[in-house]
């Protein structure tokens, strides 16, 4: 439990004449549980919970110069992953999670869904593989995401590694994907998920 209390006078974009309260308050906890099937096989089990009221600005003396925020977001996590060692020298991690986020809005509604709730889901499927020979190392892999409200994506990586006596060398390919959040939502209706190329 996280709660940050701040007196300010900034008011985003202008000095506000008074100075007014500003609440951070963020609830989260994290479930994990390991399974291990033997030496080479392990499963985990991972829930995670969040509860944000980020920015909370509520005092009636500042409304005339600055627009008062009171938003709460939830996130709800599942994961579920596989670790498989099939050779001293070859490793396989893969694994699914699912993500639920739902916002409200206690003083109105959001433009993009016209009343006070947001939420959205994002599945993924995701994997890599890890192989040592010698002084170098190979790993590939890929996540595919599904979004509730964006166009799926694909993103591989791959990377290679060789090790000298005095140094190492690392040659690094990837895709990367990263859905906007709430309020980047609200604000830009017509906003595009973040994909990077390296």
């Not at 479930?31 to 509520?58: D, E, F, G, H, S």
Request: overall charge positive; aromatic content about 12%; hydrophobic content about 35%.
């Amino acid at each position: 439990y996280d709660r940050y209390v701040v007196n300010t006078r900034d008011g985003y974009s202008n000095i506000i004449s008074a100075p007014y309260l500003n609440l951070h308050n963020s609830y989260s906890f994290i479930l994990n549980k390991p399974i291990k099937i033997n030496q080479k096989l392990a499963l985990v089990a991972t829930a995670k919970y969040k509860n944000q009221t980020p920015w909370q600005t509520r005092d009636d003396q500042t409304k005339d110069e600055m627009p008062l925020f009171n938003q709460t977001s939830q996130r709800i996590t599942g994961q579920i992953t596989v670790d498989y060692d099939i050779k001293d020298n070859f490793n396989l991690f893969t694994g699914v999670e699912y993500q639920n986020e739902n916002s409200k809005n206690k003083l109105g509604v959001f433009e993009y869904t016209g009343n006070q709730h947001l939420e959205y889901n994002n599945c993924a499927l995701f994997a890599q593989a890890l192989f040592r020979q010698r002084n170098y190392t190979l790993v590939a892999g890929a996540r595919y995401n599904v979004n509730s409200i964006f166009e799926s994506s694909f993103v591989p990586r791959i990377g290679l590694t060789k090790i000298w006596n005095q140094g190492y060398a690392k040659l690094l390919v990837s895709k990367s994907f990263k859905a906007p959040s709430t309020e980047n939502i609200v604000l830009s209706g017509n906003i595009l998920p973040e994909t990077t190329t390296i």
